[in-house]
């Protein structure tokens, strides 16, 4: 006997399709936040290796790599806030670490200029993270560089050990002697420098990332180290 199948009819597919689509939009916010929280953990790592690279530059040399307040911008678009010049001392000719670190929350296609004002075309090659060690310090501290190479400040003899709110003794007006960080999940640089300089944590402001914030909240996520 002949019988006849039966198929779906147009309002039990559309029933279907709109399961699957709210399925999807409960499902997709938790996978991109995995996604984030899971950048988040490869990015602190990371950070925890430059760490280990910078120290050992230091005990063999006695100094922290220079920072592009000293070296320059070498001609990337970003100047003197963040280049793969910074980063090749640590790649060549000693191999404190393998190759030079990437931000994967740094946009190609966005970046601040030297001061970090306004946006501009970014260099592909210049996603790297942010480092500020003695130069940036003297400058922050209100000093001036005596030798660059030596990363020495100009600091009066009088006040030295002493901390002033401007000027201070770059020595002790700091929480270390360099920090590097990552624009974070908001893609966007949050001046996460500062937080080394010892003032900076009793204003409130918040350039430091945290989750309990919320996952893609505001702030930089930093490294900071030396002393």
């Known amino acids: 006997m002949w019988r006849r199948e039966r198929a779906f009819t147009?309002?039990?597919?559309?029933?279907?399709?709109?399961?699957?689509l709210i399925?999807?939009?409960?499902?997709?916010?938790?996978?991109?936040?995995?996604?984030?929280r899971a950048k988040v953990a490869n990015v602190s790592a990371e950070l925890?290796?430059?760490?280990?690279?910078?120290?050992?530059?230091?005990?063999?040399?006695?100094?922290?790599p220079a920072d592009g307040t000293t070296l320059g911008g070498a001609g990337y678009v970003a100047g003197s806030e963040g280049n793969p010049f910074v980063w090749s001392q640590l790649t060549t000719p000693v191999q404190y670490l393998t190759s030079i670190p990437?931000?994967?929350f740094l946009p190609a296609d966005y970046a601040v200029d030297g001061?970090?004002?306004?946006?501009?075309?970014?260099?592909?090659?210049?996603?790297?993270?942010?480092?500020?060690?003695?130069?940036?310090?003297?400058?922050?501290?209100g000093f001036s560089l005596i030798e660059p190479r030596r990363l020495?400040?100009?600091?009066?003899?009088?006040?030295?050990?002493?901390?002033?709110?401007?000027?201070?003794?770059?020595d002790k007006g700091f929480l270390g002697s360099w920090i590097a960080l990552s624009a974070?999940?908001?893609?966007?640089?949050?001046?996460?420098?500062?937080?080394?300089?010892?003032?900076?944590?009793?204003?409130?402001?918040?350039r430091t990332y945290s989750p309990t914030n919320g996952t893609r909240s505001y702030g930089d996520i930093v490294q900071t180290g030396g002393g």
């Open 102 to 104: 990437i931000d994967e």
């Open 184 to 206: 974070g999940p908001d893609q966007s640089h949050g001046y996460g420098e500062w937080e080394l300089r010892v003032t900076a944590q009793s204003n409130g402001y918040p």
């Open 115 to 141: 001061g970090g004002n306004g946006s501009g075309v970014r260099d592909p090659n210049n996603n790297v993270y942010r480092y500020y060690a003695a130069g940036w310090r003297c400058q922050a501290a």
């Open 10 to 20: 147009l309002i039990e597919l559309l029933i279907v399709i709109a399961i699957i």
């Open 23 to 36: 399925l999807i939009a409960i499902a997709l916010p938790n996978f991109l936040e995995a996604q984030i």
């Open 152 to 170: 020495e400040c100009r600091v009066n003899p009088a006040i030295r050990g002493q901390i002033y709110s401007h000027p201070f003794d770059p």
């Open 48 to 64: 925890k290796t430059i760490e280990t690279a910078v120290t050992s530059y230091r005990l063999e040399r006695g100094f922290d």
